[in-house]
């Protein structure tokens, strides 16, 4: 992990004033896990807190942590598991650069989805408490939670295979062949928008917090990527672990579905179709497919950044890696769900 310290005694004399109640630090250490903003346990002489940090030049596009603090205080009162927030800091003289501080959550994180070290039926049911939890955030009423402007109500997946094509084409002006067929297809063929909601943009399992003892889901984390957007495109990112070649977060491609507790594809489809509401999911082999894209191009983009020294952690050009595999891949999918008349 990217050794990214910050000053402890700048923060504490920041808090004093700004947010006294942790203002009394006695330790600060960065905690493992992320690819872009940089998150600490903060000791306080009132308990841990968490603070999360934009990195000092990090593009805000890719690092916009006052959405994250935004959304975070929307939820606060609904029933999707979040941590509290506490105070925000736009002042980037106090530590190199915009922070947050939120609730320190006890409990298990765990970056790998195939949860080694669980039984079977733990890890049945960490996943449908998983699968629970993404559907109730896409249930949110996000009007009535204040979060109209949140993002634009429509064209979402049109607007992300946009961001996300330029963004790749500057890490990699020379292409990827199947990755730019890829994005051509799908830029063909993007579907209306089926429901607008509140979408997570990162939905994995090392973004949520386990419970300390028992199999279940307590908090949400991670919420730089989320907006408004179809809800749909989001819930299809619970199925990209199914399509992953190895990687650091784990990949279920080869996994012994009926031995190991995990649920099967079509199992998992099933349990959030039954959460949401809906007989199916639409344009489902779309929205796999689109996903299965953002993971390339971003992967790409990690990868980059730690070969260029912009990481913040250690494992970042294993994500780099998998850009072409998994382009591969989906390019195999998408011109058989093409020939099926699916896509």
């Known amino acids: 992990m990217a050794n990214l310290q910050i000053d402890a005694g700048a923060l504490a004399a920041y808090l004093k004033t700004a947010a006294p109640e942790w203002s009394g630090v006695t330790d600060v ?9 940089p998150t600490y346990r903060v000791d306080t002489d009132r308990g ?14 890719a690092h916009n942590i006052a959405r994250e603090y935004k959304v975070l205080a929307a939820l606060g009162p609904t029933d999707v598991p979040v941590p509290e927030v506490y105070h925000y ?19 298990r994180i765990e970056d790998d989805c195939r949860l080694p070290g669980y039984s079977p039926e733990e890890r049945t049911a960490i996943y449908r408490s998983y699968v629970q939890a993404y559907a109730r955030l896409h ?23 946009h961001l996300h094509g330029k963004a790749f084409a500057g890490y990699c002006p020379e292409g990827m062949p199947n990755l730019d067929w890829l994005h051509a ?22 973004n949520v917090v386990l419970h300390p003892t028992e199999p279940r889901v307590i908090a949400l984390l991670d919420w730089e990527m989320s907006t ?5 495109a989001d819930a299809a990112i619970l199925t990209v672990p199914y399509f992953m070649p190895d990687n650091p977060q784990g990949y279920l491609g080869d996994t012994d579905f009926e031995a190991s507790g ?8 099933a349990w959030y179709c039954e959460d949401a509401g809906i007989m199916e999911i639409p344009n489902l082999d779309f929205m796999i497919l689109f996903n299965l894209y953002r993971y390339a191009a971003v992967n790409y983009g990690v990868g980059y950044r730690a070969e260029h020294g912009m990481s913040v952690s250690d494992d970042g050009h294993l ?15 998408a011109e058989e769900s093409i020939a099926a008349g699916r896509l």
């Open 228 to 232: 408004l957007g179809d809800v749909y």
């Open 139 to 161: 249930a949110v009423d996000w009007a009535a939670a204040g979060l109209s402007d949140f993002g634009k109500h429509d064209t979402y997946a049109a607007r992300q295979l």
């Open 319 to 333: 994500f780099g890696l998998t850009a072409l595999p998994i382009s591969k891949r989906a390019r195999a999918m």
């Open 89 to 107: 800091c736009t002042d980037e003289s106090v530590l190199g650069g915009e922070f947050y501080l939120m609730e320190f959550i006890e409990g």
């Open 262 to 269: 995990i649920p099967d594809l079509d199992t998992l489809i």
């Open 48 to 61: 841990p807190v968490v603070l999360r940090m934009r990195p000092v030049g990090a593009p805000l596009w």
């Open 29 to 37: 250490f960065q905690m493992k896990g992320g690819q872009s903003n």
């Open 185 to 206: 297809e799908l830029t063909k063929r993007v579907p209306p928008q089926a429901k607008t909601g509140l979408v997570h943009g990162d939905v994995r399992m090392g």
